[in-house]
Structures are given as C-alpha cells and as structure tokens.
C-alpha cells in the first residue's frame, strides 16, 4: 500500500466513530498543509519573523 493511502487510513481510525465525512476532509486537509509546510522548511523556503514584520510594516 502506498504511504499516502497508509497516512489517510491511520488519520481516518484515529477519527470518532461519529466522526462526519467534513471531519475526515479536515482532518486530511491539515495533514497535507502540515506536509508541504514541513517540507517547505526543509528546503529553506522560509521567512524570518524579522523578515516578516519587514514586509508587514512596508506595506
């Protein structure tokens, strides 16, 4: 089985029973921005939090 189907289905048993099909596309939803944010760091494709509040008090 691929890792993707694995990681959905531990999301999917770990959910209550009277979970609905929103709480699973929530649940999926927030394991894949947490991925691509992860992987984001990863790769150095981050903002400071001083390079953030320059582009904030910029604008």
Do not use: C, F, W
């Amino acid at each position: 089985m691929s890792q993707v189907k694995d990681a959905a289905i531990k999301i999917i048993e770990n959910l209550p029973d009277q979970a609905t099909l929103d709480d699973i596309m929530y649940q999926l939803y927030v394991k894949k921005k947490i991925d691509l944010s992860l992987k984001a760091a990863e790769d150095g494709k981050v903002y400071s939090h001083e390079d953030v509040k320059k582009r904030i008090l910029n604008k």
